[in-house]
């Protein structure tokens, strides 16, 4: 894993997805937002999300935005609770983004800033196991995980995505992955993007 990996996914969100959203918003639409990072590792990617929401929308913290992001390792689950890395992990941050979104911890490594922490909140799960969360989110990502998988444990589990993502959710996916006659639940709107139609 590594920080605004695929980046194509990022710049969906900052053309695509988060611009009318904020539209929306400022015409008396939802200003509640959640998303998912299932499969998050040591949370390069929870983070990466969490950089392009504070780039995109303006007082973001008048937003009800929370994320959540899980993953099987708990030790991967508690290093991305800490948030620190080292300074080679951080290649791929914009500069902008890493001198607002980060600063200096000990023994030289980079921790990020609290604004990012605290829209994310770290857990362990299993995503063949029960899943806690009762709410639905406007996104998932799940990327470059079901590629373990055989097609019938991929077909329930993009099931259950379907399942708990809004009508019209976005679900993202990695570029080595597919959809095609695995459900019909979905529909492509960008590269490795799909939207729940069902």
Not at 40 to 65: N, R, V, Y
Not at 102 to 122: E, H, P, Y
Not at 153 to 164: E, P, S, Y
Request: aromatic content about 10%.
């Amino acid at each position: 894993t590594s920080f605004f990996r695929e980046d194509h996914h990022f710049r969906y969100l900052e053309q695509s997805v988060l611009p009318d959203l904020v539209a929306a918003s400022r015409k008396g639409g939802s200003r509640r937002l959640r998303i998912w990072s299932a499969g998050c590792s040591s949370g390069e990617e929870p983070s990466s999300i969490a950089m392009t929401l504070h780039k995109m929308i303006d007082k973001l913290d008048e937003w009800d935005a929370r994320m959540l992001a899980t993953d099987i390792d708990t030790e991967m689950v508690e290093h991305g609770r800490r948030g620190v890395y080292i300074d080679e992990f951080l290649d791929d941050v914009p500069g902008d983004q890493r001198l607002k979104h980060t600063s200096v911890a000990d023994g030289g490594q980079f921790q990020m800033a609290q604004a990012l922490r605290k829209l994310i909140t770290f857990k362990a799960l299993n995503l063949l196991g029960q899943w806690p969360m009762k709410g639905q989110f406007d996104m998932v990502f799940c990327r470059n995980v079901v590629i373990y998988f055989d097609k019938p444990t991929k077909q329930v589990l993009f099931d259950r995505f379907a399942d708990i993502l809004k009508p019209d959710g976005l679900l993202f996916i990695g570029h080595s992955e597919s959809l095609f006659k695995v459900t019909k639940r979905f529909r492509m709107v960008g590269q490795s993007v799909y939207q729940r139609i069902e």
